[in-house]
Structure formats: structure tokens, C-alpha cells
């Protein structure tokens, strides 16, 4: 059975840390490169990190060098360390397999969690 669950987010001032993550069933993050995700009103989802099974990893511009996505094997969850956050920030975040699961063709994602930065 597909499960993603993502846990985490809130409020937050500018400059805060919060750290996010993310329960994903066994078959799916055994085999699959995992990512997170970040849904901003008007835009498309955007993904900001992702990490190998073999701990390599990517972060678009916006967020290199503030955020840290990690993948604990024992616990089947990817977490996503946050720093010095921004009101840019703000926003739904979902983590999913890169790409997206698909279920009869339909990307299937959890509920995410909310993260907002403002002051």
C-alpha cells in the first residue's frame, strides 16, 4: 500500500529552522530517489531537494546551503532540515519519489505539511 505521510511544519519568524518529515511505505523508498516538494499559491509545485538511495543530493538555488534533505533507511523517511527560512518559503510541503508516483496514472501525493515564515 502507497503511503506518504508528511509531519512538521508550522510557523516560523524569518531566520527560524524547522525540520519536516516524511513516512513512506517500504516498497516505495527501498528502491526510489525521494524528493520534497513546495506548493506556493499560483504556482507549480516545485521540487527543491531530492536524495539518491546512494545519499546523492540536489537543492535548487533558492535553498542551497539553508536546507538538508537526509534518508533514514531504518525508518523509511526522508526529513528535510530548514534554515534561516524566508517568507519565501512559506508554502505546502510534500515529499514523493522522483518522479511522482503514479496511481492508474494519476500522480498520487499525500496531504503535505504547511510551512509559513512571517514575522
Known amino acids: 500500500q502507497v503511503q506518504l505521510v508528511e509531519s512538521g511544519g508550522g510557523w516560523v519568524q524569518p531566520g527560524g529552522s524547522l525540520r519536516l518529515s516524511c513516512a513512506a511505505s517500504d516498497d516505495i523508498f527501498r528502491t526510489s530517489t525521494m524528493a520534497w516538494y513546495r506548493q506556493v499559491p499560483l504556482k507549480a509545485r516545485e521540487m527543491i531537494a531530492r536524495?539518491?538511495?546512494?545519499?546523492?543530493?540536489y537543492y535548487v538555488d533558492s535553498v542551497k546551503g539553508r536546507f538538508t534533505i537526509s534518508r533514514d533507511a531504518a525508518k523509511n523517511s526522508v526529513d528535510l532540515q530548514m534554515n534561516n527560512l524566508k517568507t519565501e518559503d512559506t508554502g505546502v510541503y510534500f515529499c514523493?519519489?522522483?518522479?511522482?508516483?503514479?496511481?492508474?496514472?494519476?500522480?498520487?501525493w499525500g496531504r503535505g505539511t504547511q510551512v509559513t515564515v512571517s514575522s
Open positions: 536524495i539518491t538511495t546512494g545519499a546523492i543530493r
Open positions: 514523493n519519489t522522483v518522479p511522482a508516483i503514479l496511481i492508474a496514472s494519476q500522480k498520487y
